[in-house]
């Protein structure tokens, strides 16, 4: 059977890690903490959509997937962190930053003790005797609560680089930030469908089509954001 879910988490682990290293090589980057914290962001992405992809599909284990599911928590919540302290440095606004990075990592870090707390091991399913997956173990709310908190702190970035590319006047910036701020547009919907909707089983076109669009708008994501932060503004 093909692994389903874990060629998709490929497809964006390839994405997010050329997107990383793409960024991070740039000679804008240097000098630019806005834009370290952002190829930082990418990187660890890639570390857990590796951990989804390529790790699940050798290992029959039901105990060891969801330990890795668990471990891969640590990179997904830093990796959002990273992007939300990315927004933030251009933000300039230091207690704010304080303020919004405390209450991420004590979230971040109760949804990873949830999810050790109601600990039990990962599901394998079938679609169709064509498709396989991994279930993530543990109480449905974890996961649910999980993608609530990514959502709620992917819109800050959002909004941030939305509402400066409505104010400032030099039009190259202007067009950065709003590449930017369509970039996570398509990150929040993709989160979405990975996290919100993907576990609700529907039937097997529906868990096809869900993880087709995550992907799709995962790139798009990815794509529209590095191209805006590496545009020729000032960030």
């Known amino acids: 059977m093909f692994p389903l879910f874990a060629t998709v988490n490929g497809i964006i682990f390839i994405i997010a ?22 190829s930082f962001a990418y990187l660890l992405a890639a570390i857990y959509f ?62 990873i003790l949830a999810s050790i707390l109601t600990f039990t091991p990962a599901k394998i399913k079938t679609l169709e005797n064509t498709f396989f997956y991994w279930e993530p173990g543990g109480e449905q709310w974890t996961i649910l609560f999980e993608g609530i908190l990514i959502f709620i702190f992917l819109l800050i970035p959002l909004l941030i680089f939305f509402w400066k590319g409505s104010i400032v006047t030099n039009k190259d910036m202007k067009k ?32 096809l089509l869900v993880a087709s669009g995550s992907v799709i708008f995962a790139a798009i994501g990815i794509i529209l954001t590095v191209k805006g932060f590496l545009y020729k503004g000032n960030l």
Do not use: C, D, M
């Not at 105990?63 to 992007?83: A, E, M, P, R, Y």
């Not at 930017?180 to 993709?190: A, D, M, T, Y």
């Open 17 to 38: 890690l050329l997107a990383g290293i793409k960024v991070w090589k740039s000679p804008s980057t240097l000098g630019s903490p806005a834009r370290e914290y952002f």
């Open 50 to 111: 590796f951990l989804h992809s390529f790790t699940e599909i050798p290992i029959s284990n039901p105990l060891t997937i969801q330990q890795i599911n668990i471990v891969s928590k640590f990179f997904i919540f830093t990796s959002i962190g990273f992007l939300v302290a990315a927004s933030l440095e251009i933000h300039k606004n230091e207690k704010r930053k304080s303020i919004i990075i405390s209450s991420f990592i004590a979230l971040s870090s109760g949804s």
């Open 176 to 207: 950065q930030l709003k590449l930017i701020s369509k970039g996570f547009s398509f990150l929040i919907v993709s989160i979405l469908f990975n996290f919100v909707i993907l576990p609700i089983e529907v039937s097997p076109v529906f868990s």
